[in-house]
């Protein structure tokens, strides 16, 4: 029976267009499955993990074809409903798949190859003619058969060493060769116990008389691994090998000792990294209240006509009750369920609530987990078709941010994108710059899967969307245990400055609230959407201000490294002595920000205890809960912090909450800074007053009868909608118009002027008045790359496929003229 040639059709985590095709060498013709992790050359030497899309029997037109070197996988790690997922980001985000699959892929599953340098074996020893950096390599190399690109750069100590193992290649001394280097690595823990012979009981009584006599520290040790076994009860329990020692501080040598004798011995595991969790509630004891309950009904007849319900409930109504009881009905059906958070710092008190109910049930993926965890997780969610029987995956319940979209589900029940309004569901950078809620929306659909939209302050596109039909609309507007909305009071901090009642950044009627509180045993929360200390440092006398020498911004103080800060690159500078411009030692700090706040609060306030919840106090990866247990447990009694502190955290004694800048916010250049404005206050103001008693909001601001600030007083959702809606009407701008932003990038700001100028010209040609631009960005240098945007405004009623095909098109035509090549166009679908 003749052999069949069969070609696959690879996807490679590169930003380059299409798939790859491959000849399947014969003996891999009956293990290749689509989904599957093979291992490929691209290039002349390079080494990549690639999953194979399709297998089939049609030649590429090319002559030349490249084998597929090895199969990763026995069963696919992608499946089929992934692909066309991200087929469709791809499409619609104006992405290549291969940046799609960058971002989908935990990057342990993404092997690529390492290069290593060998002796060439028509090296005849010659070490005269090298210094002595290549001597050093080369006598390396004679006694160790390869070394990596690292271990050269630290036999020479020094960081650049390209340029020296090019003199070694031409001299003739070594080679370079591409090594695949595997990241994941399983936990292998060592456990201990009795052979085979002392499992039984009398030779196990034989042994403790002998050790009685001789070795009483062994015996020790074999009583406790006794007890901690449970030997001699039917449940019998495995014991680890550091667990084993350190329950009698005994050493390595006295194991090894029974172990020599052969008592005990010992094997290895694999385990898991991920925490486990035990259920201790039922979800049927949760008594839904009056509104509660008809929310709930609400939504399954919702689900009925729908399959996307926006559920728009004020804050601390009870949303989450309502979700744990449709999360329990579709785990009940054998489905997966998605539970889709803005931050990872929620991720800390949900799991808190969802474990005491689901158990095993549940677990968390985020990028603070390392990338071996993240693994162990995708690997868990998997579930692989076996014998045409489906196993049951270990996780049905996943929480978790954005990222956790593209994890291996096939059949999922339900998706809830809880605070869907929030921006952090948009990726900025690198590509795909996909919108977390919209794309969850589409892979529901592709599971037939329903999707809850959950906000007390939704997106103006979501409202719009449910108030035109597209969604159906739930409402929950009264807050649970009849707790009364909080009040909301403003300051105006011109008449504060006037009558110079200011202390620092806070006003006297805001001190005395805090005050209040704080002898009474409250907890204050106050927000400050600036992080650093001071927002930049200017010289009074010239009005010089410290620049990022990479960006177009000015640096931000940071009091705790004592240094200067770029947000954008990083890039930090020292505190100069003197300015620069005049020589004047008259430097003074404007702006505050949340380590101003905290420092600032513990003069003021010095017997109270104060934490700050930034992204410069939350980097490692229990960081969150750490500081979120703390104020749950009244270890602190004033949170300080930026964005984070405002999303749906739920603390019972707060009575206190602090908007201290309200005027950034409103006035921030942007189509949407009113409704992120009333946003962000709304939500801040709903983590007050939650227990027993009617909570404090104090919004500070130079203009206190602002209409953002009056809808915030009157929690009047509807009002804002309406004026809202009515200017972007005017505008055309989102939901009734969609927007496609170019960014254009090169470090020759004239190259790129005329670059950006030839662009909007060329685009005007075909796409006329819905091209706006070029302009320059508010930061219009980063990381010494300048910018210039162009956005275009599409109306609904067109074919957006045919535009963005014509978009690339024309891209394509631009990247022709030979000067324009090395300018990056990147392409934002619905920038946010």
């Known amino acids: 029976m003749p ?40 290039g002349k030497k390079k080494i990549y993990t690639a999953i194979v899309t ?125 090594e695949l280097k595997e990241r994941y690595k399983p936990k292998i823990e060592t456990y201990v116990r009795l052979t085979e012979k002392y499992n039984d009981e009398d030779n196990l009584k034989e042994a403790f008389k002998i050790l009685e006599k001789k070795a009483y520290k062994q015996l020790e040790l074999l009583m406790s691994y006794i007890t901690l076994s449970n030997n001699f ?101 054998g489905k997966q369920v998605l539970y889709l958070l803005p931050e990872i710092a ?42 045409n029987e489906l196993q049951k995956s270990d996780f049905q319940i996943i929480l978790g941010p954005r990222s956790s979209l593209f994890l291996p589900f096939n059949n999922l029940g339900l998706i809830i994108v809880d605070e869907e309004h929030d921006s952090s569901y948009k990726q900025y950078d690198p590509a795909p710059r996909y919108n977390a809620r919209d794309s969850a929306i589409y892979l529901a659909s592709m599971h037939k899967a329903k999707t809850i939209l959950g906000s007390a302050t939704p997106s103006i596109e979501s409202y719009f969307n449910a108030k035109s039909g597209k969604y159906a609309l739930v409402e929950l507007n009264k807050r649970y245990g009849g707790i009364q909305m909080p009040e909301i009071l403003v300051v105006d901090l011109k008449k504060e400055s006037r009558q110079k009642t200011m202390k620092s950044h806070f006003s006297s009627f805001l001190l005395k609230h805090i005050e209040e509180a704080l002898k009474n045993n409250e907890q204050v929360i106050l927000f400050q959407n600036r992080r650093g200390f001071s927002l930049r440092l200017e010289c009074d006398i010239c009005n010089y ?57 513990a003069i003021l306030l010095p017997e109270a205890r104060i934490s700050r919840m930034d992204l410069d106090t939350t980097r490692s990866k229990n960081a969150y809960q750490k500081i979120i247990n703390d104020f749950e ?44 404005s009333f946003q962000l206050m709304a939500q801040v103001s709903g983590r007050a007053g939650r227990k027993n008693k009617r909570g404090k909001v104090i919004i500070q601001a130079f203009n206190p009868y602002h209409s953002v600030i009056r809808y915030v007083i009157d929690n009047d959702y509807s009002s804002m909608f309406q004026t809202q809606i009515a200017e972007r009407k005017n505008f055309k701008y989102p939901p009734f118009y969609r927007l496609i932003q170019l960014k254009l990038k090169h ?81 934002d679908v619905d920038p946010l």
């Open 3 to 42: 052999r069949i040639t069969l070609f696959a059709d690879v996807l490679l985590p590169l930003p380059v267009s299409g798939l790859f095709t491959y000849r399947v060498p014969y003996d891999m013709n009956d293990s290749i499955i689509v989904g599957q992790r093979v291992v490929v050359q691209f």
């Open 633 to 676: 447990e009244k270890r602190i009694d004033i949170l300080v912090g930026t964005q984070m502190v405002t999303k749906g955290l739920d603390f019972d004694n707060v009575s206190i909450v602090g908007v201290l800048n309200a005027d950034n916010m409103i006035n921030f250049p942007d189509f949407r800074s009113f409704e992120r």
């Open 233 to 333: 009860s039917n449940k019998l329990l495995e014991v680890k090998r550091p667990q084993l020692l350190k329950s009698i501080n005994a050493s390595s040598a006295q194991l090894n000792s029974l172990i020599k004798k052969g008592i005990l011995e010992t094997y290895e595991k694999i385990s898991s990294r991920l925490e486990q969790y035990n259920a201790s509630l039922k979800v049927e004891n949760i008594q839904l209240n009056e509104f509660q309950s008809k929310a709930y009904q609400e939504i399954k007849k919702a689900f009925q006509e729908k399959d996307v319900v926006l559920f728009h409930g004020v804050t601390s109504s009870g949303k989450t009750e309502i979700y744990i009881k449709l999360i329990k009905e579709t785990i009940d059906q």
């Open 545 to 601: 201000m410290p620049e990022c020498k990479n960006c177009d911004v000015t640096l931000i103080y940071h009091k705790h490294i004592n240094q200067l800060r770029c947000h954008y690159c990083g890039y930090s500078t020292r505190i100069p002595e003197r300015c620069p411009a005049c020589g004047s030692t008259n430097i003074i700090m404007k702006g505050f920000g949340t380590e101003k706040v905290e420092e600032e609060l």
């Open 747 to 827: 470090k020759d700001y004239k190259l790129l002027n005329n670059a950006a100028g030839d662009l909007a010209k060329q685009l005007r040609g075909k796409f006329g008045n819905r091209i706006l631009g070029p302009e320059y960005p508010i930061v219009s240098r980063i990381k010494n790359q300048y910018l210039k945007h162009i956005l275009i405004k599409l109306e609904r009623n067109i074919s957006l496929s045919s535009m963005k095909l014509e978009l690339k098109k024309q891209i394509d035509i631009f990247y022709t003229e030979q000067n324009y090549k090395s300018v990056r166009v990147l392409i």
């Open 54 to 178: 399709k297998i089939h029997q049609n030649p590429p037109a090319n002559n030349y074809v490249k084998y597929i070197s090895s199969i990763l996988d026995i069963q696919p790690l992608v499946n089929h409903i992934q692909l066309k997922f991200w087929d469709w980001i791809s499409e619609y985000y104006m992405c290549t798949k291969g940046e799609v699959m960058n971002v989908a892929l935990p990057s342990a599953l993404k092997l690529a190859s390492e290069s290593k340098i060998v002796l060439n074996p028509d090296f005849n020893d010659n070490f005269d003619l090298l210094n002595e950096k290549e001597y050093l390599i080369a006598e390396a190399l004679s006694i160790q058969k390869t070394l990596t690109i690292t271990e050269v750069a630290e036999i020479v100590d020094q960081k650049k060493i390209i340029h020296l193992i090019k003199t070694l290649i031409e001299k003739g001394v070594v080679l370079v060769e591409e």
């Open 346 to 387: 929620l991720t800390t008190q949900i799991i808190n609530r969802l474990k005491k109910y689901f158990g095993e049930n549940i677990n968390v993926y985020h990028s603070k987990y390392n990338e071996n965890e993240r693994v162990e997780i995708w690997n868990k969610v998997l579930k692989r078709s076996i014998n």
